[in-house]
């Protein structure tokens, strides 16, 4: 155990508008850490800071004691750092297990590669049957065959995190990953995250349905205009009064 990632005052601004303002976290290994807020409060742009996808203005940024602000987002990805749609979308034409086998590191596509067939062969097969494994872990491995465009919207969401595990990932970020789906595919989405958890991945989540989510998390972050309003337990942050007041009669940002 111990703390994995860390940030100390990020801010990152648009003009002039501050979207992330002094924003300081930290992500236990092994946690369901939360980041909720309302709409257009900064989440999103904070969680592309955190991966490399945004550069802050000030502040740092730190993956498991390395110092890793402004580092590239495929240098953050390659240290095992994964922000869900930062690999490519599944190429929905292509099968379940097609997508997964495009995220693996494949060594073997070397100039090395050709004269050794039968080394090549046998790789491919690992790779197949690791790509399985990860199918089997978030329950998609019976829709192995299928195009990704039949999948459902919470099935599509594993696919992204299956992606994010064949690519080696131990630090996956989504980005509101039960957004626009039924409270029923919600509740499996989580429970399969809750499972990865379990083998020791952890996740840093945005989300803001917090009703549903906030049972699964360890640690919950509050935002509100960018800035750090709350954070503690999933109880205390939602019992926190200033929490409250930011989502009291705005259901849309519930
Ligand atoms: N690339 C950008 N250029 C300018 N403004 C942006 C950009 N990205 C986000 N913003 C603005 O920053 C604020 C925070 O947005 P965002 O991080 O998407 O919030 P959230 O994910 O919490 O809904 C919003 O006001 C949004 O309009
Ligand atoms: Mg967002």
Redesign the pocket.
Known sequence: MGTVFVTENVTRS?GG?V?VNNMSIAVEENSFTMLI?P???????FLNVCTGLLKPDSGKVWLRGTDITGWESDRVYEQGFVRSFQIPLPFLGLTVLDNVLGAMRNPGESPFRAPFPRAWIREEEENAAKAFAVLRRVGLDKHWDQPSFALGAAQLKMLEVARGLSAGATLIALDEPIGGVDPASAEEILSYVAGLKKEGLTFLVVEHRIDIAAPFADYVYAMNLGSLISEGLPDQVLGDPKVIEVYIGRDEAC
């Open positions: 648009f508008l979207a807020g709409n257009g409060c900064g989440k999103t742009t």
